[in-house]
């Protein structure tokens, strides 16, 4: 069965420049979520979208921003990056006609902020 | 952590023994999902109970859920070195479309 496709898998940055993350859901799927990984931490939410349109904001820095396409992927974009920014960064997908709340995650992306 | 203690934090057991792990949440939930990850690697989507649910089997696995105590377990019977990972149960407030809030994570670490 198809999953989550995020890419790159891994990604690494020097402080101050600038990352795209992607995520592709589940075909069928139209409700994206991004978490936020640090190394020995548990995940953390970041925002969602649901049909193209922010549904959900959660920690998420103002250096951060994202948005979701009519193809349903979506795009976390990352500015002025710093070293705290390291982190394993999860997309996942759900069908909001689903009779339940079954969040699907993608491999993740490392970013690692030099 | 947001959500709130997993227990234990680490587990160590043999081969074929079996494995429990709790977490409790704060707040009222709709439903309540358990992932597996493999060191550094994704969250892999083991089971999801429903709030007005007590128990849930798949497999090897069986979750409960006690709504009055705010917590749930997660077991593995038999286990298997494949079975070494984190453990991270996952809470949501909102019928659909809701972000998930994370425990902590329990290690599990099955020697052969």
């Known amino acids: 069965a198809a999953g989550v496709i995020q890419s790159p898998r891994h990604l690494i940055k020097e402080k101050r420049e600038t990352a795209t993350l992607k995520c592709y859901p589940i075909?069928?799927?139209?409700?994206v979520y991004w978490y936020q990984q640090g190394p020995g931490q548990d995940p953390q939410f970041l925002i969602s979208?649901?049909?193209?349109?922010?549904?959900d904001k959660g920690s998420i820095p103002d250096r951060f921003s994202a948005q979701q396409f009519s193809d349903y992927h979506s795009e976390l974009n990352m500015s002025s990056l710093e070293l705290g920014d390291s982190a394993l960064y999860f997309c996942?997908?759900?069908?909001?006609?689903?009779?339940?709340?079954?969040?699907?995650f993608g491999p993740g992306t490392r970013l690692t902020v030099l | 952590s947001q959500q709130g203690e997993e227990d234990p934090q680490a587990l160590s057991i043999q081969e074929g023994e079996n494995a429990t792990m709790n977490c409790s949440y704060k707040?009222?939930?709709?439903?309540l999902q358990w992932y597996r990850q493999n060191s550094g690697r994704g969250l892999v989507h083991l089971i999801l109970?429903?709030?007005?649910?007590r128990e849930k089997h798949s497999g090897r696995l069986r979750v409960t859920l006690d709504t009055s105590k705010k917590s749930s377990s997660l077991l593995i019977t038999a286990s298997r070195a494949a079975d070494t990972a984190s453990y991270f149960c996952?809470?949501?407030?909102?019928?659909?479309?809701?972000?998930?809030?994370f425990g902590a994570g329990t290690i599990l670490r099955v020697k052969s």
């Open positions: 075909p069928r799927h139209d409700t």
């Open positions: 996952a809470t949501d407030t909102m019928k659909y479309g809701n972000k998930l809030v």
């Open positions: 979208f649901y049909e193209k349109m922010q549904s």
């Open positions: 707040t009222s939930i709709n439903n």
């Open positions: 996942a997908s759900s069908n909001r006609l689903a009779a339940y709340n079954e969040q699907f």
């Open positions: 109970i429903r709030s007005n649910e």
